[in-house]
């Protein structure tokens, strides 16, 4: 079972446009949500993160908007850069020991110049 | 340099043959974890430490066994490798204080099961 499902798998953007990439989650438990951006060849490296008690998180040019009733989160990248060419991942977790994260699927960006 | 080290980097294992990994952090972290990344799936969840001394399963641990040597080194091991574990495999920890906290990640190991 899926408990965060991401979506698109790829997404292509030109320069200077913006990239949106959903998520979705069916645990009400979760109550930390984070992006992680991963490089080729690289591990991923945490990126933005919104808890459930706030709609909206803005870090330069990436945004977390989140909707607790739909179960639902997004992350948007303005002004997008060949740079941010990278696999984006969503991730939820909840209270625990050890608060591990659930990963969403992935979404590939590709940025064209 | 502070971090999550990994070795292997890279490893090709024959069906049947054991091996581990290996992961050390330097930031005094409590949990550590470990992952496997597929295509299309993400990264899932294979073993976690909440805190020295302490294993717990994650999402897929068949196959799989770990130690937590102590605080900073957490070990995964395979004892009888299956094409079916070819993947990426990530270490990572994390350090829980206030409202917040975050995982690093170390920079994975390629293993391939012929």
């Known amino acids: 079972q899926q408990q965060v499902k991401q979506s698109p798998q790829s997404l292509i953007v030109q320069k200077g446009g913006i990239s949106i990439i959903n998520c979705a989650y069916e645990?009400?438990?979760?109550?930390?949500f984070p992006w992680y951006q991963q490089f080729p060849g690289k591990g991923p490296a945490l990126l933005i993160a919104?808890?459930?008690?706030?709609s909206e998180k803005k870090e330069g040019r990436f945004t977390i908007s989140f909707n607790k009733s739909a179960k639902q989160f997004s992350l948007h990248i303005m002004d997008s850069q060949p740079g941010d060419s990278a696999t984006y991942f969503c991730?939820?977790?909840?209270?625990?020991?050890?608060?591990?994260?659930?990963f969403g699927s992935g979404t590939q960006l590709t940025v064209l110049p | 340099n502070a971090g999550v080290t990994q070795t292997p980097k890279f490893q090709v294992l024959k069906t049947g043959q054991s091996m581990t990994l290996q992961c050390a952090q330097d930031?005094?972290?409590?949990?550590m974890y470990w992952y496997r990344q597929d295509p299309g799936m993400g990264l899932r969840l294979i073993y976690y430490?909440?805190?020295?001394?302490?294993?717990d399963k994650g999402e897929v641990p068949n196959g799989y066994n770990v130690s937590r040597l102590n605080k900073r080194e957490f070990s995964l091991r395979l004892e009888s490798a299956a094409p079916s574990q070819t993947s990426v495999y990530f270490c990572?920890?994390?350090?829980?204080?206030?409202?917040?906290?975050?995982?690093?990640f170390g920079s994975g190991t390629r293993l391939t099961v012929v």
């Open positions: 645990n009400t438990a979760f109550d930390y």
């Open positions: 430490s909440a805190s020295e001394g302490t294993t």
């Open positions: 990572a920890s994390s350090v829980i204080s206030g409202g917040g906290y975050g995982y690093t």
């Open positions: 919104i808890r459930p008690d706030v």
């Open positions: 930031m005094n972290h409590n949990s």
């Open positions: 991730a939820a977790s909840r209270e625990g020991s050890a608060r591990q994260l659930t």
